[in-house]
C-alpha cells in the first residue's frame, strides 16, 4: 500500500529527513537511498508517495519513495545549474591570462589556487563531520576562506562533495563572497591597488 505525505525535513549532508504523512500523524524516517530510480535528490517540501515499512527497532521508514506528480519528468536538482561553473571557469581563464600578460603577478594565481585547495579540503572534512556527528567546520570559516580566493574550490566542493548546495541563507552568503573577492581582484589592478598588492605580496 502506498501512502503520500511531504518532505517536511531534510538534511542534505547526511542523506536523510522525515516525511509528514497526509492527514497528521507521525513523521516517518527516509534515507535517499529509498529514492531508487529517482531523477533527482530531495532537497525538502517535496509531495511524495511512499511505502511504509519498519527498521529493526520497529520505528516508520519509508521504502520505494517518489516525487508524486513527476513520474517520467525530469527536474534539475537545486544547485546543479551549469551556469556557476562556467562562469567559474570564464574566470580561472582570465586569471591566468592576466598573469600571463603581466597586468597581475604570478603569486595572484597561485593564492587562488592555494585558497582553492584549503577551501576543498574545509568542505571534506565538515561533510565526513556531518556524517559522523563530530565537530562541524564553522560556515564563517568557510566563508572566509572563499572571500580569501578560495572560492572556485569551494564551488567544487559543493558540486562535488554536494555539500552546502542546497542551503539557500549559506548560498546568499556565499555568492556575496565570491562577488566581493571580485571586486577586490578588480580594485587591485587600478593603479592604487597594484601598488598595495605588490606591497602585501612583498611582506609574505
Known sequence: MRH???ITSWKDDQGFGFITPDGGGEAVFVHVKA???ASRRPAGGELVTYELTADPRGRA???RVAFAGERGRRQRRPGTSPLPVVLTLAFV???AALAMSGRLPLAVPGLYAAASVVAFLLYLGDKSAARNGTWR???STLHLCALAG???GALAAQRLLRHKSVKR???VVFWLTVVANCALLGGSMTQPGAALLKSVLARI
Open 169 to 171: 541563507e549559506f548560498q
Open 35 to 37: 529514492f531508487s530510480g
Open 137 to 139: 567546520t564553522a560556515e
Open 61 to 63: 521508514r519509508a521504502a
Open 93 to 95: 581563464g582570465l586569471l
Open 4 to 6: 503520500q505525505g511531504r
Open 150 to 152: 578560495g572560492w572556485p
